[in-house]
């Protein structure tokens, strides 16, 4: 796409909001398009004309979807921060080095920032956004979580009256995608992860991914929006999806489940006067298919979240994609626009006050799935039923699937009630020792947002 650019401001005489952008990949591109070919319109807007005055990139010569007129493309960071003409800085490069150090520089020279770094907000977001408080500009970092659905501005004004009890997110669109085709096709991990690979929904190296780090760095953007406690993403319990297995997409449909890697935030309330907590992690999760987020397919991303005063609410949308993600980004830069106009900054100041503790996984508590094969004989369910029973887990329901003559095995899936992780894991340790169990299949934890 090949876009004209005109010179608004010696025509109206009013001075520009001029745009510093690091990084034209598969957002930076949405977004340079959007200001390049809405120009007009975002102007109208803000009531003064837009410009994209300098683009940062590594490479000059890449062939690139969208076409950025060659003066305005630069390979040096002080093209942007050197320039004091430049209001707003944008960053959509990614990482945490050089990207956190070039913004502490252009918060230090004053500019404002629109960021859609994940990485960088949920590591050293807390103190970027206390260096701009100090310095009056504003951070805003909407496409940073859940692509285009509008969720830091829904925790920062619209839910701010509430204190948050819960949130429930399905935040990583490739996780998402392949668990769809698991649940759908009956499909394995490993071709699921291969169709979405083809697809360009999970990349060459899918870690991030299918690990769940990056549904744990998003986790950590919201508990600081949801809970105003930081929480860095390394101290997040977390579990991938790459041990899941066809079999547990079927067991689950046959008990009424869907399986999906969620993000899960609840307050604890302290009890006489001890000080509230969160329980924060990121693990594959039966939910009930009658929930809201059962019904979240394919690469897209929702959040669910439970608000003492507003009660439910679901935010869905598209988690990633130029499209989704460049609207987040260009709606900031329309926000802090007007923010620039009126002359204010930091007008919804975001701080981080709470600090609640975090509890700490052994103590949280959840209800089990447990898939595994015993030994066909009388007595086995008793021996099961008694290790349980010394860690203080009850068993909700117990069914007995297959039997195999020929290895003299037979199939459980137990259903628990709520147990301590702690006391689920000894459990699973003691399991390991009784020649009784010939082969311990999935622990899925169970969760009814
Ligand atoms: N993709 C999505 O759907 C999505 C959704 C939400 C959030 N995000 C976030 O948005 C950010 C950008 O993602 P993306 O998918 O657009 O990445 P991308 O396609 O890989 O693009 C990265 C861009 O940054 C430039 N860049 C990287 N390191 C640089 C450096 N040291 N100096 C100068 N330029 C550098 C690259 O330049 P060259 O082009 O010259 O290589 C490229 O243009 C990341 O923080 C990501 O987590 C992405």
């Not at 960088?120 to 970027?128: D, F, K, P, S």
């Not at 692509?147 to 009256?161: E, K, S, T, Y």
Request: charged residues 20%; aromatic residues 4%.
């Amino acid at each position: 796409m090949n876009v004209a650019t005109t010179s608004h401001d010696a025509a109206s005489g009013v001075k520009p909001v001029r745009i510093g952008m690091f990084g034209l990949g598969t957002v930076g591109g949405g977004v340079a398009k959007l200001l390049l070919s809405r120009r007009d319109i975002i102007s109208r807007e803000i009531g003064r004309p837009i410009e994209l005055t300098k683009v940062v990139v590594r490479d000059l010569h890449r062939t690139r979807e969208v076409e950025v007129p060659a003066e305005l493309l630069s390979t040096d960071p002080d093209a942007i921060l050197e320039d004091p003409t430049i209001d707003i800085v944008v960053e959509v490069m990614g990482g945490i080095r050089p990207a956190g150090e070039w913004l502490r520089r252009a918060i230090r020279a004053g500019k404002h920032i629109v960021t859609a770094n994940k990485d960088l907000m949920a590591t050293e977001g807390v103190e970027l956004l206390r260096l701009a408080a100090e310095h009056g500009v504003d951070i805003s970092y909407e496409a940073s979580v859940g692509g285009g659905i509008p969720l830091i501005g829904v925790f920062r004004q619209d839910l701010v009256a509430n204190e948050v009890q819960s949130v429930h997110a399905i935040i990583n669109g490739t996780t998402n995608y392949i668990l769809t085709r698991m649940a759908q096709d009956g499909a394995d991990y490993l071709p699921a992860l291969a169709e979405a690979q083809a697809l360009g929904y999970a990349e060459a190296d899918p870690t991030n991914d299918v690990e769940a780090i990056d549904a744990t760095y998003k986790l950590a953007i919201l508990a600081s929006l949801a809970f105003r406690t930081h929480v860095p993403p390394p101290q997040i319990f977390r579990e991938g999806i790459t041990k899941l297995r066809a079999i547990d997409f079927r067991m689950a449909r046959e008990l009424g489940y869907v399986i999906k890697l969620v993000a899960i935030g609840r307050r604890h309330k302290g009890a006489d006067g001890t000080a509230d907590s969160i329980e924060l992690r990121v693990h594959p999760t039966l939910l009930p298919k009658h929930v809201l987020l059962a019904g979240v397919n394919g690469v897209y991303n929702a959040v669910h979240v439970q608000g003492d005063l507003v009660g439910d609410v679901l935010l869905y949308g598209r988690g990633a994609g130029s499209g989704p993600t460049s609207s987040s980004v260009v709606s900031d830069i329309i926000d802090i626009a007007h923010n620039v106009n009126a002359g204010v900054s930091n007008r919804v100041p975001f701080r981080v006050t709470d600090n609640l503790p975090l509890l700490a996984i052994d103590d949280v508590q959840s209800r089990y799935y447990v898939h595994l094969w015993v030994a066909d004989q009388p007595g086995v369910l008793a021996q099961i039923a008694q290790v349980f029973g010394d860690h203080g887990i009850s068993i909700a329901s117990c069914i007995q699937k297959e039997t195999d003559a020929k290895a003299g095995t037979a199939e459980l899936v137990i259903v628990t009630h709520g147990a301590r992780e702690a006391g689920m894991r000894d459990a699973l340790h003691q399991f390991e020792t009784l020649s009784a169990v010939r082969d311990l299949g999935s622990v899925l934890r169970i969760e009814t947002p």
